[in-house]
């Protein structure tokens, strides 16, 4: 018997595909609430906030709150938070959403002209930012060889685009790395740590907590690193050809999409939500 408890979800491919919600996405919510699952969304995209997420639900008929978004910036905050003392110095290699992130949980942000001028960090946490310049790259390396710690918020190398794939916050850990021979504690999937930090949110255990994604080698693989159950949805990226070649990542429950989990969870043929 699976006593699932509460879901943690990746959002696109799952919840929706692009900006076309899944069918029976406001009724898989419902039926959540009715049972009384608790439910966070996961992503690796750190370039949308909270709020913005939440807006785009709310679009679609489903409301959550700030709290039930969980970004990979929203997660390497809470990691800064739960690993080093408020008040240290700190270096961002990133944009505004990862300097925000850090300095409202109260860390002291050095300036590029502080590191040059000589200052030094207990930490430099690094991610995506379309506004990079070199100065910035060039203090986050100097400080990280210097013996600062490298965190970074998740390893996607590119992201998608009208254009093809561009580089995405992992291509600028690996800039970083290069520089440094240092590698980053790294928050995002298919690391352990963002649903580790979920599951804590959510106050479940593994046991009781399941990830529910559309890919395999992020998903599924996070999800099975957290030691949590994995449901893949074939509403998105892997497919059930995929699930027979990967030989390490067999999820736990495999379904149609999030309406069928919704039917299953109902009819409570998996014990979802039984004490
Ligand atoms: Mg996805």
């Known amino acids: 018997m699976n006593q ?9 491919g799952v919840l929706w595909r692009g900006d076309v919600p899944m069918p029976g996405l406001a009724e898989f919510f419902e039926t959540m609430q009715q049972q009384g699952i608790g439910v966070v969304m996961a992503t690796n995209n750190a370039s ?4 913005q997420y939440v807006a785009k ?3 679609f008929g489903v409301t959550v709150s700030e709290e039930q978004i969980f970004t990979s910036a929203e997660a390497t905050g809470d990691y800064l938070q739960r690993t080093y003392k408020p008040g240290v110095k700190a270096f961002v290699v990133g944009d505004v959403g990862l300097v925000t992130a850090v300095q409202s949980r109260g860390f002291q942000l050095l300036s590029v002209e502080e590191v040059m001028g000589g200052e030094t960090a207990v930490f430099v946490v ?6 990079a310049v070199y100065a910035q790259m060039a203090a986050g390396a100097l400080l990280i060889h210097k013996g600062a710690d490298f965190v970074g ?4 190398l590119t992201f998608p685009s009208e254009y093809g794939p561009l580089p995405g916050a992992g291509s600028f850990l690996a800039f970083l790395q290069a520089a440094t021979g240092v590698e980053p504690v790294v928050i995002g999937k298919p690391g352990p740590l963002i649903f580790q930090m979920a599951m804590e949110k959510l106050g479940g255990t593994p046991q009781n907590t399941a990830m529910v994604g559309d890919r395999l080698e992020t998903d ?3 999800g099975k690193a957290a030691g949590i159950q994995t449901i893949l949805v074939l509403s998105g990226i892997s497919q059930l050809e995929d699930v027979a070649k990967a030989n390490d990542l067999q999820p736990d429950f495999i379904f149609a999409d999030i309406a069928e989990i919704a039917k299953e969870v109902a009819d409570n043929k998996l014990s979802f939500g039984q004490r």
């Open 4 to 12: 699932i408890k509460n879901l943690i979800l990746d959002m696109d």
């Open 48 to 51: 949308k906030t909270p709020q």
């Open 57 to 59: 639900l709310a679009k």
């Open 126 to 131: 690094a991610g995506f930012n379309p506004n």
């Open 153 to 156: 918020t998740n390893p996607d």
């Open 220 to 222: 599924i693989a996070g």
